[in-house]
């Protein structure tokens, strides 16, 4: 195996967060007088960080002139729930201990807000993660290849020794920039037919088949 170092996205590939994003975004839009709005939709909005969420969430988007405040109370309540009900998925912890066995390295790059994105590396995954990136101002956010770049920086890994991981369009694209390879997941908030026409080779739809795709590559 040549792969030294898992980057993974957190949201839909490491851990369901959709019951505790669903739940703060109709908490600020219940708080601007704003409909409700469904986890189905919900799980459309996410993987392009909190504001794009929010953007789509709201009516009219970032025009609406409540905007701002409604983002304000999501990230507020959310900095206050966001482990309410989330859970790392099935097999997750096991397939991250198991690459360890393998001397693999982990770290994660999310468009999720940076101090939620180290907070809930910490808490669901201890010392499992090498390094925890998230939305920061100084970085363009996935698809940009920046986030994905300072992790392998930080773990000290080139190209050749990186893979990502990730559910979504975003995540394939992402992996594309950076020069480095993806494998797509089932589990979270895209489904097979969007990831392969982002591109995506390389799709695993258990927490196991994972591992065996990246001991292949």
């Not at 195996?1 to 959709?18: E, N, S």
Request: aromatic share 6%; with cysteine.
């Amino acid at each position: 195996m040549g792969i030294k170092a898992v980057i993974w996205d957190l949201d839909g590939t490491l851990l369901d967060t959709l019951g505790d994003l669903t739940a703060s975004t109709n908490a600020a839009l219940a708080q601007n007088g704003m409909p409700a709005r469904t986890m189905d939709e919900v799980r459309s909005f996410v993987g392009n960080g909190i504001r794009k969420l929010m953007e789509r969430a709201v009516p009219g988007g970032a025009e609406n002139p409540a905007f701002e405040q409604a983002l304000s109370d999501f990230t507020r309540h959310y900095g206050a729930h966001s482990r309410d009900t989330t859970k790392p998925y099935d097999g997750i912890v096991e397939a991250l201990d198991a690459l360890a066995a393998a001397g693999v390295r982990h770290a994660i790059v999310s468009n999720k807000i940076d101090f939620a994105v180290k907070q809930l590396s910490r808490a669901y995954f201890g010392e499992r993660m090498c390094a925890a990136v998230g939305d920061d101002p100084s970085r363009a956010r996935k698809p940009a290849p920046d986030s994905v770049l300072a992790a392998m920086a930080e773990l000290g890994v080139t190209a050749q020794e990186a893979v990502y991981v990730g559910d979504s369009d975003v995540d394939v694209i992402t992996a594309r920039n950076a020069g480095i390879p993806c494998v797509a997941v089932t589990w979270g908030f895209r489904d097979e037919a969007c990831l392969r026409a982002a591109g995506a080779t390389h799709i695993a739809h258990t927490p196991a088949q994972l591992r065996a795709i990246i001991r292949a590559l």
